[in-house]
T-cell receptor
Framework: AQKITQTQPGMFVQEKEAVTLDCTYD???????LFWYKQPSSGEMIFLIY??????QNATEGRYSLNFQKARKSANLVISASQLGDSAMYFC????????????????FGKGTKLSVIP | EAQVTQNPRYLITVTGKKLTVTCSQN?????MSWYRQDPGLGLRQIYY???????DKGDVPEGYKVSRKEKRNFPLILESPSPNQTSLYFC????????????FGPGTRLTVT
């Protein structure tokens, strides 16, 4: 079974500073993908970034980067230059198993981290 | 505009009264899923569908039914809702393959009294 652990229920960061949100995962599959989603107070789920288990480079998308450490089974999200609009819940999620297997249809989510950006 | 729509967005109902939450996507995605979100638990998958007439259980399927008669629609049915099904529900779809992004609907907040 797959498991995602986010150990920080809540975090504060000063505006314009960088922040790291932790995510560790557990799977016995060799092929898997890791995702980060943002959920603002309005409730929608916004895709931020994806990292495949075979990707050699860490994924980056604008101010978001994923610090992927395969041996440690961690996939931390780094947000650079925080903005007030970054205040939200952040979820780490994993798809595990071969791309054509049953696991590819399922995302396992962590419990989330609530990020608050302070002016 | 590529999107996943859900209706209704908000619903208050009573125990035992059958209800359906509709979900529709306009991206021709084969894969669709339903999740529920509860405080402190994150999102948990209820059911998923790989194609028309092909569905399977996720992590928390008890008390729910789904159907996939058309590619674009994936309704969630609660035959006899109970208060423990009070939750925020999300429908999602994706294209499949290696690097897929799940597109989420706006969510349906359901309260069962």
């Amino acid at each position: 079974a797959q498991k995602i652990t986010q150990t920080q229920p809540g975090m504060f960061v000063q505006e314009k500073e960088a922040v790291t949100l932790d995510c560790t995962y557990d799977t016995s599959d060799q092929s898997y993908g890791l995702f980060w989603y943002k959920q603002p107070s309005s409730g929608e789920m916004i895709f931020l970034i994806y990292q495949g288990s075979y990707d050699e480079q860490n994924a980056t998308e604008g101010r978001y980067s994923l610090n992927f450490q395969k041996a440690r089974k961690s996939a931390n999200l780094v947000i650079s230059a925080s903005q007030l609009g970054d205040s939200a819940m952040y979820f780490c999620a994993m798809r595990a198993g071969p791309y054509s297997g049953a696991g590819s249809y399922q995302l396992t989510f962590g419990k989330g981290t609530k990020l608050s950006v302070i002016p | 505009e590529a999107q996943v729509t859900q209706n209704p967005r908000y619903l208050i109902t009573v125990t035992g009264k059958k209800l359906t939450v509709t979900c529709s996507q306009n991206m021709n995605h084969e894969y669709m899923s339903w999740y529920r979100q509860d405080p402190g638990l994150g999102l948990r998958q209820i059911y998923y569908s790989m194609n028309v007439e092909v569905t399977d259980k996720g992590d928390v399927p008890e008390g729910y039914k789904v159907s996939r008669k058309e590619k674009r629609n994936f309704p969630l049915i609660l035959e006899s809702p109970s208060p423990n099904q009070t939750s925020l529900y999300f429908c999602a779809s994706h294209l499949g393959g290696a690097n897929y992004e799940q597109y989420f609907g706006p969510g349906t907040r359901l309260t069962v009294t």
